[in-house]
């Protein structure tokens, strides 16, 4: 059973990939949201595109889920994945600044998952 929201038609050849994704990050860290965002989200992949996602977590759950989402992934996907992982706190504080990815991927993103 997928965890995913509905997602754009463009990503079919992506959503078993995304779908595995998602799972292992909701299964083992228990995110707020998950938001695809970049070449995918804007439908403007190429060769060496990656799957970017920002993960939104709890604020006491912030330190260290970088690396530990990573490490969860490994061997997920042969598609690579950059992870940015931010928390309500954040968005609230910095994600209007155009200076920071999150805005972009806030303005710009799929929304793949939600608590």
């Known amino acids: 059973?997928?965890?995913?929201?509905?997602?754009p038609d463009r990503l079919d050849i992506i959503?078993?990939?995304?779908d595995k994704i998602v799972t292992k990050i909701v299964d083992n860290?228990?995110?707020i949201r998950i938001i695809l965002f970049g070449s995918y989200a804007r439908g403007t992949t190429g060769?060496?595109?990656?799957?970017?996602l920002l993960v939104v977590m709890d604020s006491g759950k912030k330190e260290g889920a970088?690396?530990?989402?990573?490490?969860?992934?490994a061997?997920?996907?042969?598609?690579p994945q950059?992870?940015?992982v931010t928390t309500p706190d954040d968005i609230e504080r910095i994600g209007d600044d155009t200076g920071y990815v999150i805005y972009?991927?806030?303005?710009?993103?799929?929304?793949l998952y939600e608590r």
């Open 15 to 18: 959503k078993p990939d995304l």
């Open 47 to 52: 060769k060496h595109s990656d799957i970017d």
């Open 82 to 84: 950059d992870v940015v």
């Open 29 to 31: 860290h228990d995110p």
């Open 66 to 73: 970088g690396a530990r989402i990573i490490n969860t992934l």
């Open 1 to 7: 059973m997928s965890v995913m929201c509905d997602t």
């Open 104 to 111: 972009y991927a806030l303005k710009d993103g799929i929304m």
């Open 75 to 79: 061997f997920v996907s042969d598609i």
